[in-house]
């Protein structure tokens, strides 16, 4: 999703490389000065274009190598430690989704979210003071849910850039798997129940089962009932071996299950990662391929990736919006990140369009209905009247090659009208008053 800064050209004519050209042979070298012109022309486009992509392309300037946070462990696997080594940098995924201009709206104070995953360490640093552990959650042996959490809620850590979407937030954990990851519909329905009993306003699912259950379009039902929105992977996390090929698409569970909000992951280009498992039904798309997040002890951080961290994002989306619009119910929280969204065939999630943006009156909306929603678009605030960090930042590249189209037409058209001896042309009446003269 972060635009590609674009490259300068330098343009070159054989009479620019005369380093005594006289005066005559200057004025005799208009070829040469249109070559010029076209080439600044063509570097004011490289240099507007390299300006909008800059921030976004910049942020992911890191030489730190991160550990890769794992989905789950082995039997014999001792449990994910604390990183030794920090992000100091923008991390991509936070540049692209422009959350600073978010933040300026809101933090997220006063939303709680579930977190129904292998548990959410309470020990976590960056996390300190705002986790509220169910049962036996406070503990992360895998360190994947805490890891989601951070998405959600971290706070800055001195030296660290990286910070949760909403990252005023509070965090409610809820074990979806066993303390290893191995996860069951029957686990996974007890945890989404556990965060609805608890208190959350938004809860997201790292689990995507290859089978629903009655338990879990019960704990749905439960969440609707209740106005807790819903959020799931729309399909599991990328395998440890990659297949050379997408596999072919199909639903996954709770995410298919109506009534949840299902969300895939991007890679840096805005696109699913190779191989990874797809789906033909998610109501999002936010990136998940590569990203930064905490680990369950100490002040570092892990690479991780999968549409479960893609769902991390939404989530805390999805608290940013409840915390400024507390009006809106979770179908329309649903319904108004979707319709804020950057299109696309699975529209991209943009928070601060989302924050900046009102339903009409009367508006409502359900969540997991697949684009079916035919309710009306939102109302753009006054000062979000381009929402999309890529519409954003293209429209000084679309005008600087209005400039080359324009410079190169004068160039090529005007000299030949001349030796053709161009004139305006007359009209009739103008040439009979000549005549008449």
């Keep these: 999703m972060t635009p590609t800064p674009a490259s300068r050209t330098r343009l070159t004519h054989p009479d620019t490389a005369r380093p005594h050209a006289t005066p005559t042979a200057a004025r005799a070298s208009r070829p040469a000065r249109r070559t010029r012109a076209l080439g600044a022309a063509l570097l004011l486009t490289a240099v507007v274009g390299g300006a909008a992509a800059g921030p976004a392309a910049a942020a992911g300037g890191s030489s730190v190598r991160l550990p890769v946070l794992p989905s789950k462990l082995a039997a014999d696997d001792s449990c994910t430690a ?18 600073n201009r978010a933040w300026q709206v809101t933090t997220g104070d006063g939303v709680t979210v579930g977190v129904v995953d292998t548990g959410v360490s309470t020990s976590a640093p960056a996390l300190k003071g705002r986790v509220t552990a169910i049962g036996d959650a406070g503990t992360d042996c ?30 409610l954990a809820a074990r979806g798997s ?18 609805v009993d608890g208190g959350a306003k938004v809860v997201t699912v790292s689990a995507a089962l290859e089978r629903g ?19 799931a992977a729309a399909v599991p996390d990328p395998p440890s071996t990659p297949a050379s090929q997408d596999p072919p698409p199909r639903d996954f569970y709770p995410a298919a299950t109506d009534g949840v909000l299902s969300v895939l992951d991007l890679d840096v ?26 680990g369950p002890a100490k002040n570092g951080h892990y ?19 409840r915390s400024v619009h507390p ?108 005549t008449e003269a």
Aim: proline letters at 6%; charged letters at 15%.
């Design 269 to 294: 280009e805005g696109k699913r990662p190779t191989g990874s498992y797809t789906t033909d039904s998610a109501d999002l798309a936010a990136p998940g391929d590569g990203v930064v997040g905490i």
């Design 327 to 434: 009006e809106l119910s979770a179908a329309q929280t649903a319904r108004l990140l979707r319709s804020s969204a950057y299109p696309a065939d699975v529209p991209r999630l943009d928070p601060y369009a989302a924050v900046t943006s009102v339903l009409t009156p009367g508006t409502s909306g359900t969540a997991g209905t697949r684009g079916q929603d035919a309710a009306a678009p939102p109302v753009r605030l006054p000062e979000d009247k381009a929402a999309g960090p890529l519409r954003r930042a293209m429209w000084p590249t679309a005008a600087g090659f209005g400039v080359i189209i324009a410079v190169v037409w004068l160039g090529a058209v005007l000299p030949r009208g001349r030796r053709l001896g161009w004139r305006p042309t007359r009209t009739k009446s103008a040439q009979s008053a000549e």
């Design 178 to 195: 066993d303390n290893r990851g191995s996860t069951t519909a029957e686990r996974v329905a007890a945890g989404i129940q556990a965060a």
């Design 82 to 99: 604390g990183s030794a080594q920090r992000a100091t940098a923008v991390p991509w995924e936070q540049a692209g989704l422009q959350l």
């Design 142 to 171: 895998v360190g994947h849910g805490t890891f989601v959490a951070g998405l959600v809620a971290a706070a800055a850590q001195d030296g660290v850039r990286f910070e949760g979407v909403a990252h005023h937030s509070r965090i």
């Design 303 to 321: 690479i991780g990736s999968g549409a479960s961290l893609a769902a991390g994002f939404v989530a805390g989306a999805a608290a940013l919006v």
């Design 213 to 231: 259950s009655a338990a879990l379009r019960s704990a749905v039902a439960l969440a609707a009932k209740k106005d807790v929105l819903v959020i």
